[in-house]
């Protein structure tokens, strides 16, 4: 971000190339609305263009990019006034990985892994949307317990609980399917 702001292009696309899907994932998975999703994730990296003379690396870059998307979110929850449902569609943009082939190729593990697929993102759904998000900061944008307190303005100890009891209740969620 630093070389952004001196006027290096390519760092933007640097930056913009390791965070774009994370950032994606976490305004689709957060609200219902994709298409209030895909503004918002545009509004974060313009406001990012926008701020590049003023960015003072006070933290990780992660971590100020995830705090504008917060804000972001929490604005637009407040327009909406609305309950956050997440839509788990197929993500275009952000395609999954080639499987290895041979077994994984066979319908009935298909079909099984869609199955868990669909059971973790039931799971991730039914979560309170404040333990979503610390799940989604930490998994998505790889961030710390810290950097979750910093980006959401809530105490490391928020953070922390937030992290461990959607952890805790994912993992009693998928024992089900065992």
Known sequence: MLRYARGDAAAFDLLYGRHRAGLYR????QCADRGAAEEMFQDVWSSLIQARGRYRPQARFA???YTLAHNRLV??????SRVSWV???GDEDDPPPDPPAARTAQPDVQAA???IGSRI?????ALPPPQREAFLLHEEG???VEEIAAAT???LEAAKSRLRYAIARLRAGLRELA
């Open 121 to 125: 993102l039931a799971v991730l759904d």
């Open 113 to 115: 892994a869609r199955e």
């Open 63 to 65: 971590t100020w990019l």
């Open 142 to 144: 790889a961030m710390s």
């Open 75 to 80: 604005d637009w929850y407040r327009r909406s």
């Open 26 to 29: 976490y305004f689709v998975r």
């Open 153 to 155: 303005g809530a105490s």
């Open 87 to 89: 839509d788990f569609g």
